[in-house]
């Protein structure tokens, strides 16, 4: 990212009992960053708060990243969701079928 002036910022906070598992599953991406004119670091405030902050150049390019990372969290939220209700009392998950989720 250029040192540029003004600088772009959003700082999300979410409240979620999945916190750590998003947080395991942004890692990879995080750390393959390609916009130079944006950086993203995200970090666990607790065991469910977990904080996404995004930098940018411009608008846009603040916008496109988090679009990305905010589709991640949720698409990893709804697959967390998912398994859980597949588990069973043992928390393993049965032989329910995928079709009916």
Not at 42 to 50: A, D, Q
Not at 72 to 96: C, D, F, W, Y
Request: one cysteine or more; charged letters at 20%; hydrophobic letters at 40%.
């Amino acid at each position: 990212m250029r040192n540029s002036l003004p600088q772009h910022e959003a700082l999300f906070r979410l409240s979620t009992d999945c916190a750590e598992q998003i947080y395991r599953a942004l890692v990879p991406e995080l750390s393959d960053e390609v916009n130079p004119r944006s950086s993203t670091c995200c970090w666990l405030e607790n065991t469910t708060t977990l904080v996404l902050l995004v930098r940018a150049d411009d608008t846009a390019a603040l916008r496109a990243a988090l679009n990305m990372y905010l589709r991640l969290i949720n698409v990893a939220e709804e697959v967390h969701g998912l398994v859980k209700k597949m588990q069973g009392p043992a928390g393993r998950i049965s032989g329910t079928d995928f079709n009916n989720y």
